[in-house]
């Protein structure tokens, strides 16, 4: 496979429910990225990782939980979540993170499509 | 604050050429970035200016003026393919990027 794969592509839970999202990049990459998109509003940065070590969490609610083993793979474990929290949720990558514009070369996964009730 | 501005919604002919606008107010600037979005997929980089003028690509260009804010980019010979949601994003002083809502480009027979 190549390029950012992410599974599930859908979930559906309840808001005492317990999930993980996962993905998992074959570029090559070093800098990993979660991003939560909903309708008609920007992409909202969660969290990145740069050489598996989490560099940024732009006040991310704690049910929210990201997870980075090594540089080719992202998880986002969920609980308690919200109704509000349904979007679909991104992965991305790039070769590095920060310092450079090309850091900002995103190749982005399909998104997995969260719908909490 | 910072803010990206972009229309919501066009709609364009098979054939013709359209021009989606993008303003923004940042703390900087280190780039501004189109993005595609095909209904149910990944967003997949499009192009990159940094400075100002036009770079074509394809049957894609993007322009940039820093002076003013603005960016568009130009989409000619429409195909029914086409039909999309483009992102406009800046990297701010920090090289994160700030992105605009999008706008859905809807492509007519």
């Known amino acids: 496979e190549t390029g950012v794969t992410q599974t599930p592509r859908h979930l559906v839970m309840g808001m005492t429910n317990k999930k993980s999202l996962k993905c998992e990049q074959h570029?090559?990459?070093?800098?990993m990225y979660w991003y939560k998109q909903s309708a008609k509003k920007p992409l909202e940065l969660m969290f990145v990782y740069n050489f598996k070590e989490q560099t940024e969490n732009n006040s991310v609610p704690s049910r929210f939980s990201p997870e980075c083993p090594n540089s080719s793979h992202l998880f986002l474990h969920l609980h308690t979540l919200q109704p509000e929290d349904s979007a679909l949720y991104l992965c991305?990558?790039?070769?590095?993170?920060?310092?450079?514009?090309?850091?900002?070369?995103?190749?982005f996964g399909a998104g997995s499509r969260l719908t909490v009730l | 604050g910072q803010n990206i501005d972009q229309p919501t919604e066009m709609t364009a002919t098979e054939g013709a050429i359209v021009q989606i606008n993008c303003t923004y107010q940042?703390?900087?600037?280190?780039?501004l970035f189109w993005y595609q979005q095909h209904a149910g997929e990944a967003p997949t980089f499009l192009s990159y200016?940094?400075l100002d003028g036009l770079e074509e690509k394809g049957r894609f260009s993007s322009f940039l003026s820093r002076s003013k804010g603005y960016s568009y980019l130009l989409l000619k010979e429409l195909q029914m393919k086409d039909s999309a949601s483009y992102l406009c994003a800046v990297s701010d002083s920090n090289y994160q990027l700030i992105w605009g809502a999008g706008t859905k480009l809807i492509i007519k027979p």
């Open positions: 200016n940094v």
């Open positions: 940042t703390s900087g600037f280190n780039g």
């Open positions: 991305a990558s790039s070769p590095l993170s920060g310092g450079s514009s090309g850091a900002n070369v995103l190749t």
């Open positions: 570029l090559g990459h070093n800098a």
